[in-house]
């Protein structure tokens, strides 16, 4: 497993949730179920989305923000029917953001979807699942087991998996990220040698304000323990970062 793997939140099905919940997970008023709401995003776009019953705009919720090919967590909650019926469908509005190519995002694509609920896979109303899918379309699913379970009855199976594009610009990101730090330790480095006199007073400051605690046995910038400690972490620093550009070349996707 590589640095680059993507990270899902692992989702804890709660024996407390909304109220206190019976076996199905879910707690019964009436008619009507109380559940919790996930949401899976398999696109490479952050997603935002929300639900609304079209019967009851007041049975609502969700508003969550997720990440590219990643899970939310456990938002609370909407109320589906206790006993499943055809027809019986929920509006999902999402919102996603597209980035440009330059680094820079263009507005928010705000779409509104209706979607039919499946039936119940056990003839109980469980969690609500919204999917949504990399062709740009929205899944719905009532269960109370996760898309990776064997019996997990909606149509995209398990989690996200990243594209290989999606995951080599962000190797790139850590592999600039990382080059850069390697450059800033060497001249760092390249300057206490050329002008140590100027470098040292710099460091000072910083370690005033940043690392006090460590520096508080130095009596100033011109002290030779100190200079010996300045050396010390700029070549400690530079083999750390070095080091760290090379797990990030040999990890590309």
Same mark, same amino acid.
């Given at each position: ?200 007073? @710099? ?8 690392? @006090? ?41």
């Amino acid at each position: 497993m590589t640095i680059y793997k993507i990270l899902f939140s692992t989702f804890v099905l709660l024996l407390c949730g909304c109220s206190p919940r019976g076996e199905s997970g879910a707690v019964r008023s009436g008619d009507r179920v109380s559940v919790n709401i996930h949401g899976v995003n398999y696109t490479a776009d952050p997603v935002e989305f929300s639900v609304v019953d079209p019967r009851d705009e007041k049975n609502n919720g969700g508003g969550e923000h997720i990440g590219p090919y990643a899970a939310g967590g456990i938002v609370c909650c909407f109320k589906l029917p206790a006993k499943w019926s055809p027809g019986t469908v929920i509006e999902v509005e999402s919102r996603h953001w597209v980035s440009t190519g330059n680094g820079e995002e263009i507005s928010a694509i705000e779409k509104k979807h209706t979607v039919e609920l499946p039936a119940y896979a056990n003839g109980k109303a469980g969690e609500l699942w919204v999917l949504c899918r990399s062709d740009g379309g929205i899944d719905i699913v009532s269960s109370d087991l996760q898309p990776d379970h064997p019996q997990w009855p909606g149509n995209i199976k398990g989690w996200p998996v990243p594209s290989r594009e999606f995951m080599l610009e962000r190797w790139e990101l850590e592999r600039k990220l990382a080059e850069l730090n390697v450059r800033v330790y060497q001249e760092s480095t390249a300057e206490l040698n050329r002008s140590p006199k100027s470098e040292l007073q @710099l460091a000072w400051v910083s370690d005033k304000r940043h690392a @006090l605690d460590e520096i508080k046995g130095f009596s100033g910038p011109d002290d030779p323990a100190y200079i010996r400690y300045v050396e010390k972490i700029y070549a400690e620093g530079l083999h750390r970062s070095k080091y760290r550009l090379e797990q990030i070349m040999k990890a590309r996707p």
